[in-house]
């Protein structure tokens, strides 16, 4: 019943989608023609979030963050309410390397109380930015930690009790890149906003007159995922990007609230995967199709050497909805040869205690862990430095849902209790994991032995990244001492 509940779902969506007109790129007003002429930008280009750089007090690196309500241009003439960050819609992009000290200092100039979350950092529990760390209206509120973790591309968010959904969907996200010698040592393209693209993929619904982004899921969408009928990327829809001919570097965020996206491009072209949320894979991995549920990040490098003046569509397939067109327009300025072997990861540690973690539901709207819904004021696992457990967890559902770690990351070795289930892509270091209906897997987390601690008063959270199943329950808390 609920799976076909899904379909119909998904097939208003596309019906919707064919009366609005949008076909592969026609909303382009001047894009998706291969005509556009040499060194003119392409009318609809895709914006890239701007690099913010810090201020440096005392060696230490200071961003300073505004959030903020703003005004937004997704269609031509009209603007749209938004929440966004020092931008009109999304956030800066943070690039920190290892062994930086930062302070990211957040100012919450909105009219309601939110938090913000470094979602994929190893950092103390109260540097978190969870519902334990609220910033108050007019107030500030400031992240400090050493960076300390392998090179990856995570993000920022609001991570507000009950309210993480309606934040995130008006516009709170950025991207948090961080770099190490290994990544800076390895011949990929690292040239952000040239070679090095960041794509925040979303979807939204917008009210009729389009100058509201409008936040109203039924008991349906609640469950099995809010999927909007416009698709946007880095805030704008089917925007172009025009590539240099050479391999470009896409850092691609599932930034959904709870929609899965099966990405590929239309024609075909293959990809390599180097990294996964929280490090590089091991060896590129040859694929045409990404599953990415929200939360999930995944680098890839596409190679446009011999594609110049070709146009590719990057598409999810799984609601026929274009995310990007990129037009091949540019000679290389530069040139990158993707090594074979990217990094080493430590072998799979052997654990020495085990949980399970059941999602589930009572009612049609209330999600639950174990049977419990999120209490802020209850610690569902205790652990300590250094433990290395095995947690299975059990999808009881028929519906989709993740799983997600704060303050580590984890490493999963069996799908529905078969090793060999696992795809190589979901084999590096992971701090969300996608779970279908009616499954089970287990990971291997390892908490790590350095100065990672979360008390009652400041814990770490593990939940359902489908926005609308935390907010409604499927979340719960674990202190490391
Ligand atoms: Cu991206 Cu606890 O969240
Ligand atoms: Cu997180
Ligand atoms: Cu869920």
């Known amino acids: 019943m609920k799976n076909r509940r899904e379909f119909l779902t998904l097939s208003g969506a596309a019906a919707l989608y064919l009366l609005t007109g949008c076909s592969d790129g026609g909303t382009n007003p001047g894009g998706g023609g291969g005509d556009t002429p040499p060194g003119e930008e392409t009318a609809n280009a895709l914006p890239i979030p701007e690099l913010k750089l810090p201020v440096e007090r005392a060696g230490v690196k200071h961003y300073d963050l505004n959030i903020i309500e703003s005004q937004h241009t997704f269609f031509e003439g009209v603007k749209t309410n938004t929440y966004a960050i020092d931008s009109t819609y999304l956030g800066p992009t943070l690039l920190l390397t290892r062994g930086d000290k930062v302070s990211l200092n957040y100012t919450n100039k909105l009219s309601v109380e939110t938090t913000m979350h470094g979602h994929g950092m190893h950092l103390p529990g109260e540097m978190d930015g969870t519902a334990h760390q609220p910033i108050a209206v007019g107030g500030t509120w400031s992240a400090k930690y050493t960076v300390d973790q392998t090179a990856c591309t995570n993000w920022y968010h609001p991570h507000y009790l009950h309210q993480t959904a309606p934040h995130v969907y008006q516009g709170l996200a950025g991207m948090l890149i961080i770099e190490d010698d290994e990544s800076r040592s390895l011949d990929i393209p690292k040239r952000y906003g040239v070679d090095d693209i960041p794509l925040v993929l979303q979807d939204r619904f917008f009210s009729a007159d389009r100058r509201k982004i409008v936040y109203d899921p039924s008991m349906d969408q609640l469950d099995m995922g809010y999927v909007g009928d416009t698709f946007i990327t880095n805030g704008a829809i089917s925007p172009v990007f025009d590539a240099e001919n050479k391999e470009i570097r896409f850092r691609i965020l599932n930034g959904s609230n709870s929609t899965m996206y099966d990405l590929g491009f239309r024609n075909a072209k293959s990809f390599k995967q180097i990294a996964t949320d929280n490090a590089f894979l091991e060896e590129p991995i040859e694929m045409n199709r990404l599953l990415l549920s929200p939360g999930e990040r995944a680098e890839i490098v596409v190679d446009f050497t011999d594609d110049m003046d070709a146009e590719f569509t990057l598409y999810d397939f799984m609601h026929s909805q274009t995310f990007l067109t990129v037009n091949v327009s540019k000679s290389a300025t530069a040139s990158t040869t993707l090594p074979a072997v990217l990094t080493t990861l430590d072998p799979v540690p052997t654990a020495t205690n085990s949980r399970q973690f059941t999602l589930g539901m009572r009612g049609m709207d209330t999600f639950t862990i174990n049977g419990k819904t999120m209490n802020m004021n209850r610690i569902d696992a205790a652990l300590s430095r250094g433990d290395v457990e095995e947690w299975e967890i059990i999808n009881g559902t028929g519906m989709n849902h993740n799983f997600h770690i704060h303050g580590t990351h984890f490493r999963v070795v069996s799908r529905d209790d078969d090793p060999a289930a696992v795809a190589e892509n979901d084999k590096g270091y992971k701090d969300v ?33 489908f926005l609308e199943h935390e907010d409604n329950g499927m979340m719960g808390q674990f202190t490391v001492s």
Do not use: Q
Request: net charge negative.
């Open 433 to 465: 994991v996608y779970l279908p209906p009616h499954s089970r897997l287990k990971f291997i987390v390892e908490i790590p032995n350095d100065d990672v601690t979360a008390d009652a008063a400041n814990p770490y959270m593990f939940h359902c990244h």
